[in-house]
């Protein structure tokens, strides 16, 4: 397709010529309207969703299920926590026609066999409903733990999506371990040096973008299969910096202006560059993994924080669970 004929297209639909696109959102009319590739979900999101009234049925045919059940107490309402994120995954995939993204319980993200039980479990419902595990992918948090837990699942070939990630320690792990699909915050570490510096980051400059782009250059250079999907961003122009990514999160909000916007857009990230790029073989095992991540403070922060305020809207999620039961 010529420079011209892009030109005349939106910047979404520019986007979708070099990355695939996914929703970041738990709302089913936003994924129908903008067609994204996949959508991903996490504890957020979800809680979100859940609060609107045109979503409150799912919570409620959820519960009514479970009366069939002999569950009681935190039992129970953790099987109806579990059934409602697929509950939305299920009707999520029937508008997309890739993958939806389920999120385990971030409480467990230094739990390494409860990760695993977790997305057993999740993906079981799944095929319950008539789901192929191809496509679901299931989000645990890039700790040690969590990373060897996907290294396990990976086997029993339920795919995972490596999530709160900030550093490259985190990204080689998830590499060597063979996950389907990591998600690199961009915008998060935008925040974490935004605040420590004072600076409000660029384009190419964003802190974000140059990390995104070292670990995808790093993957394909040296052919690793695990897929790059940059994630939270805080702008359009970091969203156009990693044009070319194997997959991009996009929210809503974001997904809206790129669609509404005409400027032409040009792919920055591809294998032929990556193969090009001056990045050095590097291996962790668990010893080095920690000292390495713990030498990043900005990926300490940010991993940390990000696992209490997804492991915060669980309670909160829990909270309306135990009111409907």
């Known amino acids: 397709m010529s420079t011209a004929?892009?030109?005349?297209?939106?910047?979404?639909?520019?986007?979708?010529?070099?990355?695939?696109?996914?929703?970041?959102?738990?709302?089913?009319?936003?994924?129908?309207?903008?067609?994204?590739?996949?959508?991903?979900?996490?504890?957020?999101?979800?809680?979100?969703?859940?609060?609107?009234?045109?979503?409150?049925?799912?919570?409620?045919?959820?519960?009514?299920?479970?009366?069939?059940?002999?569950?009681?107490?935190?039992?129970?309402?953790?099987?109806?926590?579990?059934?409602?994120?697929?509950a939305f995954g299920v009707e999520i995939l029937k508008i997309v026609?890739?993958?939806?993204?389920?999120e385990t319980d971030a409480r467990l993200s230094f739990n390494q066999q409860g990760s695993i039980d977790k997305a057993r479990q999740l993906i079981s419902l799944y095929e319950k409903k008539g789901i192929s595990r191809d496509r679901v992918l299931i989000k645990i948090a890039s700790t040690w733990e969590g990373i060897?837990?996907?290294?396990?699942?990976?086997?029993?070939?339920?795919?995972?999506?490596?999530?709160?990630?900030?550093?490259?320690?985190?990204?080689?792990?998830?590499?060597?371990?063979?996950?389907?699909?990591?998600?690199?915050?961009?915008?998060?570490?935008?925040?974490?040096y935004k605040a420590h510096s004072?600076?409000?980051?660029?384009?190419?400059?964003?802190?974000?973008?140059q990390s995104v782009t070292t670990i995808y250059n790093y993957y394909k250079k040296f052919g690793h299969e695990t897929e790059v999907m940059g994630a939270s961003f805080r702008n359009v122009g970091e969203i156009i910096e990693l044009a070319g990514c194997d997959l991009l999160t996009i929210s809503p909000k974001?997904?809206?202006?790129?669609?509404?916007?005409?400027?032409?857009?040009?792919?920055?990230?591809?294998?032929?560059?990556?193969?090009?790029s001056n990045e050095q073989k590097v291996s962790f095992?668990?010893?080095?993994?920690?000292?390495?991540?713990?030498?990043?403070?900005?990926?300490v922060d940010k991993t940390a924080e990000g696992i209490r305020k997804f492991s915060a809207d669980i309670v909160k999620l829990e909270q309306i669970v135990a009111a409907k039961i």
Not at 199 to 209: H, S
Not at 285 to 291: C, I, P, S
């Open 148 to 192: 060897k837990a996907a290294e396990q699942l990976q086997k029993e070939s339920i795919n995972c999506n490596l999530t709160l990630l900030f550093s490259f320690p985190q990204a080689i792990a998830c590499a060597e371990a063979k996950v389907r699909l990591i998600s690199p915050f961009v915008g998060r570490i935008y925040d974490w």
């Open 285 to 299: 095992d668990e010893k080095g993994f920690r000292f390495a991540f713990n030498e990043d403070p900005m990926a």
């Open 5 to 86: 004929t892009l030109e005349k297209l939106s910047q979404l639909e520019q986007l979708k010529k070099f990355t695939k696109v996914v929703a970041d959102t738990g709302d089913f009319e936003s994924i129908r309207q903008f067609k994204p590739q996949d959508s991903t979900t996490n504890p957020s999101l979800i809680l979100a969703a859940v609060s609107k009234p045109e979503y409150a049925h799912l919570l409620d045919e959820v519960v009514a299920d479970s009366k069939k059940s002999n569950l009681s107490g935190p039992a129970k309402a953790e099987s109806i926590m579990d059934s409602l994120l697929v």
């Open 97 to 102: 026609p890739g993958r939806v993204s389920t």
């Open 254 to 276: 974001l997904l809206e202006e790129l669609s509404k916007s005409t400027e032409s857009i040009t792919q920055k990230l591809s294998a032929e560059k990556a193969k090009q």
């Open 198 to 209: 004072g600076k409000d980051y660029q384009g190419a400059d964003d802190p974000g973008v």
